[in-house]
């Protein structure tokens, strides 16, 4: 559907997880009506979003990561502490 698909895992312990799509979803349904520089982002499956060529990549990664840390998806602060990550599938 969008220009782009880009893959959206969270480093925690040292190794790599795809993101629920729980939590992509979450994310994407809450800024319909919060953030529109982000209303073009598609959750796909696990670890996997479509996005707008016109989404910032890192803005949108620190925006999921604030969104993610205040569900309680990962933590902040603490030595075990997780870490997002983004990258465009091309």
Known sequence: MFARKIRVEYEQDGQRHPCPLK???SFSMRNFTNATVFDD???V???LM???SNVPLDQLRDAMEDWFCRKGYLSRGSSSESKLLLA???
């Open 23 to 25: 939590w992509l979803d």
């Open 41 to 43: 982002t598609l959750p």
């Open 45 to 47: 499956s696990d670890g």
């Open 50 to 52: 479509e996005i707008g």
């Open 88 to 90: 465009e599938i091309r």
